[in-house]
Structures are given as structure tokens and as C-alpha cells.
């Protein structure tokens, strides 16, 4: 197989670590990104991601000899929207070469061997207008390269190419390429400057200090959805495989990390054991084998008591958590539990010299599968910190909120104007049907104004449907809901919407909806 030189332009398959290879293409990086010394490299940006990286050499394949081989590998979501992303690229680009050779075929047509001379400076100029990606808002003049010398070196040159060909070869073509829409965020993990002087572009840690002695907030922007994080060489453990546990653990084990799984039915761990997972026999067992371990289970009694029979086993129990916590072992709730409870939890895990941090999850089922939750953290900061590339692969977005009972709280009020919200959308179809409007027209006008949501819509499309498979458990939002009130009788604030509410779930539960979609509240209006 013929030597394939690689150049600054070039559509390649990365692989970064134990990731996946993925589509990306050459380019310069910034001025002050330093190259990082041993192997040659090149530094890669990623379709269908926010990240940029320095990649080996041996790392990397052309991109159209391999494409077929490596799409076949490779199925996920969120590796089809990177290729999509590629060919997309590649038809823009297309498009642009086809106008430009139109353009320069009608002017050639006019020009005289009098105006060879104009024709070569006027062809030159147009050619050469291309983006400089080592300053992502100015622009330089280039020149394609003349041969094989000039494109060797990925530092030689600034300028964009589009690459097609095979192993042997490459065609190159110049056009006039705008900034890439997909690629904003670099990994700064080579860079020997401050995160301050990449602040333009990049957000990977945003932290926001209030006044003094009110909460601190820290937001982490994921790359779950781009797959290209790096993976924290910790071993993780987790407890729970349930609607939100399943997805969390998938995106964890899809970037790369090292996970230990258990549930109170076995077989659920199956599925995970053939995609790389390992097995623990007990919730100590797990703590014990991992440094980290997370737990999400369904309610406040699960939380804090964990085995089969309901949770009290899985904290306190012979075999449970409790057991394998030593000084040094971590411990993250992902459960959605009242600030008693998780405040409870914190101290029994700390007495032990364990590490405690609250994250529960906002979103769904299908959130969850997508690497798209919102997490909620509060409690041991480095430990949060420690987790971050674990927050990363499961969610988009997670903030840090100060100490222990403040996720709680704040999970326990989004839950509550969600559940809240849906209790009404239900009575406002059901009200249309009633008074002869169409309940289709009725979702249709929401879906064009203020309100409208991918929330609105996906919950409007169940009821309309009569599909009502949960991707949030009825009676989980009824839960919560109760626990919020509760939350608001502590601090004398009332919460009529929440209590009506509240009605309505302890309705639809009475009819058997307590294991359906919480959209199912729907039926409590029509009984």
C-alpha cells in the first residue's frame, strides 16, 4: 500500500485513545496552541463536535478510502450526524467549486491572449481567497500548493483544501470556505496558557462566583453529543439500570470509561456486561472494586435503602454501600430524593471517610440515550470536578450549586413546574375535545408560539396517539411533586399549582397509570 501524505485540509478518520474513530479534517491550530513534542501530529477539528485536538499520525486514515469501513463499525446516532455533517461539507464545497468553474469558464471566454497576463492575476485572486483558520475571523491570500514539498508540513501553510481521492493520490481543490459551523471549543489539554487567553473560543469549565456567602455555580459544557471527550482513568461503578441508569451507563461505556454495574434484576446488567461492562455481585462489592460509584434508583426510599427490598439494603444493608465505602472511595446520588434524605445520605457516606456528591438528572428516557441530560450537583467540589468527564458523556450541561441539599431542592422545583405543566396540557386537550375543537389544531397553534417545546410536542404527540410508554414514570412526577410541596410546607411557601396538581397524578394513579409515561395524567381528565 502506497505512502499516503497527509496535509492541512485533509478529510481524515481520527482516533483519539479508546475512542471510536471519527470524522474530522487537517487544519492549523491557534497561535497560541503549542504543539505537543515527541510523534508527529496534526491537529484535527471533528464533524458533528465542539472539540479540536492534536491526533498521531498513525492515528489517522484518509477519508474516503476508509469511509465504508469505518461506517460499517460504527452505528451509533451520533456518529451518522458526523458523517452527515462531512457530506454536507463536502456538497457546499461542491457547489462552491461548480459556481467558481461556471464563473471562470465565461470569463475565459471573453479574455484575449492580450489579457493572459490579467487573466493569470485575476484567476490567482480568486483562487486564493480563503479562511485562515489560525485566526478564525480574518483572512489570508494563498496559493495551492505547486507539489508534493509544500504540503508535507501541517504548520506550511494556513490554507483550507478539500481533499478527494484514493490511497495513492489525492485531488486537491481550493474554494472560497466560510468557518465551519460544527467546530468551536479546542481541548486545551496541550496548551501551556492560561484558559483565560482561549476564552473566545472555548467554555469547557464556566465558572460563576456570586457574592460572598451565596451559592457558587459551575457549568461544564458536554461533548457527550460529539463524542470526543477524554475519559477519567478512574474506575466507575454504578448502581441502578433503570429507564435513566440504562442511557447513563451506555454514554459512559461509549466514551471509553471503565464501568462496574449492578441492578436488583441481574439480567439487565447483561446487555452491558457485551458492551464492555463489568459485573458486581453486590452494591459493596462495587463500591469496594471502584473508585467512583454512582446510583440511580427510583425514589426516596430506594435511595436510601437500596436492595430488593426497596433500598434500605443498598446503603445500610449486609452487602450494601456502607460496606465498601474506606477513606478515599466516592459516592455520587443521582436519585432525585428530598434534601433530608440526600443530606442523611452525605453524612453517613463521609463518617466513613467516603467522598459524597448529589447529582440528579433532568430529562428523560430518551435524554438520557442521547447523552443530553442536565445535571445537577452539589456537595464535594473536587469530587464533582473528578467527575466531569463522566458528566460529559452523559449529559450537555451540569452545574455545581454549593452544598448538599441544594440539587435536591432545585431538582425537586424543576420537576414540579414540569409536572405541573403537563397536568395542564392535559386539561387543555381535553378541554378542547370537549368544547369541539380539534385537539390536533390545539397542539398545532401551541407548537407556533411562545410555548412551543420539544417537551410540548413529544407529550402532545403521546396523548393524541394513546402511546403512553414512559419515558418518565407517572408516578415518579407524582413523587416529586408531593416531595416539593412537602419542601414548601417546611418554609411556610405555599404551592396551590403544585397541590392541584398533585390531584390530578393521584387520579390518574387510582386509575392504574402509575407505570405509564406521565403523560398519561391525560386520562385522569377523561374518567
Known amino acids: 500500500m502506497a505512502t499516503v501524505h497527509l496535509r492541512i485540509g485533509d478529510l481524515v478518520w481520527g482516533k483519539l485513545g479508546r475512542y471510536p474513530p471519527w470524522p474530522g479534517k487537517i487544519v492549523s491550530p491557534p497561535k497560541d496552541l503549542k504543539k ?17 485536538a492534536w491526533i498521531k499520525v498513525e492515528q489517522l486514515k484518509p477519508y474516503h478510502p476508509h469511509k465504508e469501513e469505518m461506517i460499517k463499525i460504527n452505528k451509533g446516532k451520533r456518529f451518522q450526524q458526523a458523517v452527515d455533517a462531512v457530506e454536507e461539507f463536502l456538497k457546499k464545497a461542491k457547489g462552491k467549486e461548480q459556481a467558481h468553474n461556471s464563473s471562470s469558464s465565461e470569463d475565459k471566454s471573453k479574455l484575449t491572449a492580450a489579457d493572459a497576463k490579467g487573466r493569470k492575476s485575476a484567476a490567482k485572486t480568486v483562487k486564493s481567497l480563503m479562511e485562515d483558520e489560525e485566526d478564525l475571523g480574518s483572512r489570508k491570500r494563498g496559493r495551492p500548493p505547486k507539489d508534493e514539498k509544500d504540503l508535507t508540513d501541517p504548520e506550511s501553510s494556513s490554507v483550507q483544501r478539500l481533499v478527494a481521492g484514493t490511497v495513492s493520490g489525492f485531488k486537491w481543490e481550493t474554494n ?15 496548551s501551556e496558557k492560561p484558559a483565560s487567553s482561549l476564552e473566545p473560543i472555548s467554555k469547557r469549565l464556566k465558572i460563576i462566583e456570586e457574592d460572598a456567602g451565596s451559592t457558587s455555580i459551575q457549568a461544564a459544557d458536554s461533548t457527550a ?10 474506575r466507575i461503578g454504578f448502581l441502578g439500570l433503570g429507564l435513566m441508569g440504562s442511557g447513563i451507563v451506555s454514554n459512559l461505556l461509549k466514551m471509553g470509561h471503565i464501568v462496574t454495574v449492578w441492578n436488583r434484576t441481574a439480567e439487565k446488567c447483561d446487555l452491558f456486561i457485551q458492551e ?30 437500596v436492595s430488593v427490598k426497596e433500598f434500605r439494603e443498598l446503603v445500610l444493608g449486609p452487602s450494601g454501600v456502607l460496606q ?29 471517610g467516603g467522598r459524597f456528591l448529589e447529582a440528579p438528572v433532568s430529562g428523560s428516557q ?12 452539589a456537595g464535594d467540589r473536587t469530587l464533582y470536578e473528578d467527575c466531569s468527564s463522566c458528566f460529559q458523556a452523559m449529559g450537555k450541561t451540569s452545574f455545581f450549586l454549593g452544598e448538599v441539599g441544594n440539587a435536591a431542592k432545585m431538582m425537586l422545583i424543576l420537576n414540579m413546574v414540569q409536572g405541573s405543566f403537563m397536568a395542564t396540557i392535559a386539561e387543555g ?3 378542547a375535545q370537549v368544547t369541539g375543537q380539534s385537539q390536533q389544531t390545539f397542539l398545532d397553534i401551541l407548537c407556533q408560539g411562545q410555548m412551543a417545546s420539544t417537551f410540548l410536542d413529544q407529550k402532545c404527540q403521546n396523548v393524541l396517539q394513546g402511546n403512553f410508554k414512559p419515558d418518565y414514570y407517572l408516578k415518579h412526577i407524582q413523587k416529586d411533586l408531593r416531595l416539593a410541596i412537602a419542601m ?20 390518574a394513579k387510582a386509575l392504574d397509570q402509575s407505570d405509564n409515561d406521565m403523560s398519561a395524567v391525560y386520562r385522569a381528565y377523561i374518567h
Request: charged content about 20%.
Open 488 to 507: 414548601g410546607d417546611s418554609v411556610n411557601h405555599p404551592t396551590p399549582m403544585a397541590a392541584a396538581a398533585n390531584e390530578v397524578y393521584k387520579r
Open 366 to 377: 430518551q435524554l438520557s440515550n442521547d447523552g443530553m441530560l442536565v445535571i445537577l450537583s
Open 324 to 352: 465498601g465505602i474506606r477513606p478515599g472511595k466516592c459516592y455520587v446520588e443521582m436519585s432525585t430524593v428530598d434534601p433530608e434524605t440526600v443530606t442523611e445520605l452525605s453524612q453517613v457516606i463521609t463518617s466513613r
Open 225 to 234: 453529543v460529539n463524542g470526543s471527550i477524554t475519559p477519567t482513568d478512574k
Open 36 to 52: 505537543p513534542r515527541g510523534k508527529k501530529c496534526f491537529f484535527v477539528k471533528f464533524f458533528g463536535t465542539e472539540d479540536h
Open 176 to 190: 472560497q470556505v466560510q468557518e465551519d459551523p460544527h467546530f468551536h471549543h479546542f481541548l486545551l489539554s496541550q
Open 429 to 431: 386537550l381535553t378541554l
Open 276 to 305: 464492555g461492562a463489568r459485573l458486581g455481585r453486590t452494591p459493596a462489592e462495587v463500591v469496594s472494586m471502584c473508585d467512583v460509584t454512582f446510583s440511580c434508583v427510583s425514589d426516596p426510599k430506594a435511595a436510601k435503602d
